[in-house]
């Protein structure tokens, strides 16, 4: 079985500080990605990674940075953290495949940051 | 700019009841994809729907897609308390990327 480890269930954090949120996977997959989850707005994804060291932008990136270095861990950085960074946090990932069966995301536990 | 609709957010069922969870997108996609959440647990996938016409059954939910109109369906017949929990649906236009954009989700409660 697949399997995505973050590395923490809850956080709390003070404005201002500079976080990290860490997550592997196991399965030497190519695609890696971080979401935050808030009530009413389902999933938005922050940033994903289709390689080592290669970053793509999601749909709100702002106020966050992400890091790989390798295959199969893949951080999500807030640089200074605000109280709208309150959220749940998911990372995923996936093969890059056109062959869809393969081509299912599978998701971590994720974490539940608050930011004080 | 793709966006994803699901309706309703809510929904209450009695046990043994049907219902339809409905998931609108805007512009064509490759794929459609349904997954679960329970509470304070993370997404499991559900179905995978790549074509027109396409059908999938798990138990006693089953999706369909129809790419004409942009509508994916999650049909859950007989209900049980099992099947409480929130549903999402999720376009894929990226090919081999995996990028997701997931409708708001529907929360499920199933009660007798």
């Known amino acids: 079985d697949v399997k995505v480890t973050q590395s923490s269930r809850y956080l709390v954090k003070r404005t201002g500080e500079k976080v990290f949120l860490e997550c592997v996977q196991d399965?030497?997959?190519?695609?890696m990605f971080w979401y935050r989850q808030d009530p009413g707005l389902g999933l938005r994804l922050i940033y994903f990674?289709?390689?080592?060291?290669?970053?793509e932008k999601g749909d709100i990136p702002e106020g966050y940075s992400v890091s790989r270095e390798k295959k199969e861990r893949f951080s999500l950085i807030l640089e200074s953290a605000s109280t709208n960074q309150t959220s749940m946090y998911l990372c995923?990932?996936?093969?890059?495949?056109?062959?869809?069966?393969?081509?299912?995301?599978?998701f971590g536990a994720g974490t539940r940051l608050s930011v004080l | 700019e793709l966006k994803v609709e699901q309706n309703p957010l809510f929904l209450s069922m009695q046990e043994g009841k049907n219902y339809t969870i409905y998931c609108n997108y805007s512009t064509t996609s490759d794929r459609l994809y349904w997954y679960r959440q329970d509470p304070g647990k993370s997404l499991e996938s559900l179905f995978v729907?790549?074509?027109?016409?396409a059908v999938k059954q798990e138990g006693r939910l089953m999706a369909s897609l129809d790419t004409k109109a942009r509508l994916s369906t999650l049909h859950i017949t007989a209900a049980v308390h099992d099947l409480s929990a929130t549903y999402f649906c999720?376009?894929?236009?990226?090919?081999?990327?995996?990028?997701?954009?997931f409708g708001a989700g529907t929360r499920l409660a199933v009660h007798p």
């Open positions: 995923a990932s996936s093969l890059y495949s056109d062959r869809v069966a393969k081509n299912i995301q599978y």
């Open positions: 999720a376009v894929d236009m990226s090919g081999g990327y995996n990028k997701l954009i």
């Open positions: 990674s289709y390689d080592v060291k290669m970053k």
């Open positions: 729907l790549l074509s027109n016409g």
């Open positions: 399965m030497d997959h190519e695609n």
